[in-house]
C-alpha cells in the first residue's frame, strides 16, 4: 500500500520559515520525480517545487530563491525548505510523486501553510 506521509505544516508570521516533509513508502515502480504543489482558496493548485531522479530542480516563479526542494533517496523522503514566507503562500501543500515514467502519481493528503501578515 503506498502512502505519502506529509508533516511540517502549521502558522507562521511573515518573514519566518517552515520545512515540509513527505515520506513515501510502498512505492514500487521507479520514481522519476518528486514534486510540492499548492492550492490557496479560490485558486488552481500550481506546481511549486519539483525535483528528478536525476537531481535536476524547478521552481515556481512566486518562489524561487526562497524555497529548496530536496530529496533523502534513503528514506524516499522529500523536503521543501520554506523561508521568507508571505501571506500569499498561504494554502493547502500537497506532495505528489510521479513514477514509472509518469505511469503513476501518488499525492498525499495535504498540509496546511499558514503565513501571517
Known amino acids: 500500500q503506498v502512502q505519502l506521509v506529509e508533516s511540517g505544516g502549521g502558522l507562521v508570521q511573515a518573514g519566518g520559515s517552515l520545512r515540509l516533509s513527505c515520506a513515501a513508502s510502498?512505492?514500487?515502480?521507479?520514481?522519476?520525480?518528486m514534486n510540492w504543489y499548492r492550492q490557496a482558496p479560490g485558486k488552481q493548485r500550481e506546481l511549486v517545487a519539483s525535483?528528478?531522479?536525476?537531481?535536476?530542480?524547478i521552481y515556481a516563479g512566486s518562489v524561487k530563491g526562497r524555497f529548496t526542494i530536496s530529496v533523502d533517496n534513503t528514506k524516499n523522503t522529500v523536503y521543501l525548505q520554506m523561508n521568507s514566507l508571505k501571506p500569499e503562500d498561504t494554502a493547502v501543500y500537497s506532495c505528489?510523486?510521479?513514477?514509472?515514467?509518469?505511469?503513476?502519481?501518488?499525492w498525499g493528503q495535504g498540509t496546511q501553510v499558514t503565513v501571517s501578515s
Open positions: 505528489n510523486v510521479m513514477a514509472s515514467r509518469g505511469t503513476y502519481a501518488y
Open positions: 510502498g512505492i514500487i515502480f521507479s520514481i522519476n520525480a
Open positions: 525535483i528528478t531522479s536525476s537531481g535536476s530542480r
